[in-house]
T-cell receptor, first 115, second 114 residues
């Protein structure tokens, strides 16, 4: 366990479904991130939250909707996804919006399959 | 963030020392060099970070020449469990007021064979 917990670990959803991914950290960090990793591709930064405010949205389609109710929790709400959205979705946290000397702490990810 | 270049893949055998070199010709004065390891279906994990010369921890060593335009991650006596993707990242770890975002490249896929 890294201190960043993601649920569920695996998710299969239809294109018309609505689902949510959850991320929780108890490291006392105040910044949280969503990354997407498609097969054979580098990690893509999707959203950045600092002190529960969204500070970056990297041109992500509106079918992905993040929510950060407090500094310990981050959600990614999904609706009307496409098969190409199938990927590993990774959550990370950090103390401040910097790498620090230990970078980000990542969760184990949610493997999403859209059918 | 400075661009990095590293080999796409490497093969090794159990018990060997593995050296993965990363080029970062445009590294800035305030930039640090950080390496991450990622196993399949898991998030990346911090391995080691350095600024210059040599850094060693319980997992790996990082060699950085004086010009800092490259760095080499050294994994001693690898085992099958070291099969993973290794990412080299370069940037200002204090952020300098900017979001010091971790931007990952393709990484190096290390395959350790028995």
């Amino acid at each position: 366990e890294t201190g960043v917990t993601q649920t569920p670990r695996h998710l299969v959803m239809g294109m018309t479904n609505k689902k949510s991914l959850k991320c929780e950290q108890h490291l006392g960090h105040n910044a949280m991130y969503w990354y997407k990793q498609s097969a054979k591709k580098p990690l893509e930064l999707m959203f950045v939250y600092s002190l529960e405010e969204r500070v970056e949205n990297n041109s992500v389609p509106s079918r992905f909707s993040p929510e950060c109710p407090n500094s310990s929790h981050l959600f990614l709400h999904l609706h009307t996804l496409q098969p190409e959205d199938s990927a590993l979705y990774l959550c990370a946290s950090s103390q401040g919006l910097t790498w620090g000397h230990y970078g980000y702490t990542f969760g184990s990810g949610t493997r999403l399959t859209v059918v | 963030l400075a661009k990095t270049t590293q080999p796409i893949s490497m093969d090794s055998y159990e018990g060997q020392e593995v050296n993965i070199t990363c080029s970062h010709n445009n590294i800035a004065t305030n930039d640090y060099i950080t390496w991450y390891q990622q196993f399949p279906s898991q998030g990346p994990r911090f391995i080691i970070q350095g600024y210059k010369t040599k850094v060693t921890n319980e997992v790996a060593s990082l060699f950085i020449p004086a010009d800092r335009k490259s760095s080499t991650l050294s994994l001693p006596r690898v085992s099958l469990s070291d099969t993973a993707v290794y990412y080299c990242l370069v940037g200002d770890n204090e952020g300098s007021g900017n979001t010091g975002k971790l931007i990952f490249g393709q990484g190096t896929t290390l395959q350790v064979k028995p």
